[in-house]
């Protein structure tokens, strides 16, 4: 069974940077697309950026785009997700999650991944 551990998460102040990090247990990230969803208090849980098996494609939320960079690193067999210019606005739950199939390409629907981390908490306050 994969389980994807997420860290990095914590409290930053507006402006502020912080950088996330998904690794897999029992399992691998290599050749598979993934994605960073988040989920704020009282909100569905929404897509934040997704990279594709190779690494050759990338697509970002519009409230992130410019902001964020998803990235992987296959010998670390760990993706990674960095945030810059933090806004309120993006305090959530992170969630790294796993495409289902193999070598497949970008998505932004939930129901694409069939693995997910327990996700890891970003606060963005002063």
């Known amino acids: 069974q994969v389980q994807l551990v997420e860290s990095g998460g914590g409290l930053v102040p507006p402006g502020g940077s912080l950088r996330l990090s998904c690794a897999a247990s029992?399992?691998?990230?290599?050749?598979?697309?993934m994605g960073w969803f988040r989920q704020a208090s009282g909100k569905e849980r929404e897509f934040v950026a997704c990279i594709n098996w190779n690494g050759g494609s990338t697509s970002y939320a519009d409230s992130v785009k410019g902001r964020f960079t998803i990235s992987r690193d296959n010998a670390k067999d760990t993706e990674y997700l960095q945030m810059n210019s933090l806004k309120p606005e993006d305090t959530a739950v992170y969630y790294c999650a796993r495409r289902r199939l193999y070598e497949d390409t970008c998505s932004r629907a939930i129901g694409e991944y069939d693995y997910w981390g327990q996700g890891t908490q970003v606060t963005v306050s002063s």
């Open positions: 029992g399992g691998t990230l290599i050749g598979y697309t």
